[in-house]
T-cell receptor
Framework: DAGVIQSPRHEVTEMGQEVTLRCKPI?????LFWYRQTMMRGLELLIY????????DSGMPEDRFSAKMPNASFSTLKIQPSEPRDSAVYFC????????????FGPGTRLTVL | AQTVTQSQPEMSVQEAETVTLSCTYD???????LFWYKQPPSRQMILVIR??????QNATENRFSVNFQKAAKSFSLKISDSQLGDTAMYFC???????????????FGGGTRLMVKP
């Protein structure tokens, strides 16, 4: 398996623009997580899905952020409009609930908002 | 809510020596999982070792082992025979009992930056 795939790896945009981050989880995994990593706040959960259904979005910073999972193999995280304080590394991770309970992380998307 | 604390922002160790990274956590749960993740400069998150709270035996993976003290809510990572490739950020993470929908996310500590010196 190719692991969790994220695109793009790097994104530079200007304040006010819409940004869409993409994630393909590992096949057969029924949980998908979006995390954000910043120097100030460390690694924090934004939202997670189970069987394509959002379970907990309490970590989503504000209405400018939205996430969807239209099917088991694809999820998006959208920021509209983007602001400089959204600059961070965004990770997607997937999980199959079994005795291992290991979350597999994608390589992350480094977002810079100018 | 669960919290995870790593009190050592930075550490260094000489190659081939042993180093221990500290982690404490706070929870009212009885059944949970603990993890150590490694993040090298490539920023890829890599699982190093896991521990189930119901297991008394400390987990071991080659040069990596943990000291799990459930009563003290402590979960330290020991790296033996340190190698240059161990240079990375290390994150301690907590997961509640994953058998229900509310428990599957990871709560991370702030991380410890480890540098292995030649």
């Amino acid at each position: 398996d190719a692991g969790v795939i994220q695109s793009p790896r790097h994104e530079v945009t200007e304040m006010g623009q819409e940004v869409t981050l993409r994630c393909k989880p590992i096949s057969g995994h029924d949980y998908l997580f979006w995390y954000r990593q910043t120097m100030m706040r460390g690694l924090e959960l934004l939202i997670y899905f189970n069987n394509n259904v959002p379970i907990d979005d309490s970590g989503m910073p504000e209405d400018r952020f939205s996430a969807k999972m239209p099917n088991a193999s694809f999820s998006t995280l959208k920021i509209q409009p983007s602001e400089p304080r959204d600059s961070a590394v965004y990770f997607c991770a997937s999980l199959r609930l079994d005795y291992m309970n290991e979350q597999f992380f994608g390589p992350g998307t480094r977002l810079t908002v100018l | 809510a669960q919290t995870v604390t790593q009190s050592q922002p930075e550490m260094s160790v000489q190659e081939a020596e042993t180093v221990t990274l500290s982690c404490t956590y706070d929870t009212s749960e009885n059944n949970y999982y603990l993890f150590w993740y490694k993040q090298p400069p490539s920023r890829q998150m890599i699982l190093v070792i896991r521990q189930e709270a119901y297991k008394q035996q400390n987990a071991t993976e080659n040069r990596f082992s943990v000291n799990f003290q459930k009563a003290a809510k402590s979960f330290s990572l020991k790296i033996s025979d340190s190698q240059l490739g161990d240079t990375a950020m290390y994150f301690c993470a907590f997961m509640r009992n994953p058998t229900n929908n509310a428990g599957n996310m990871l709560t991370f500590g702030g991380g410890t930056r480890l540098m292995v010196k030649p």
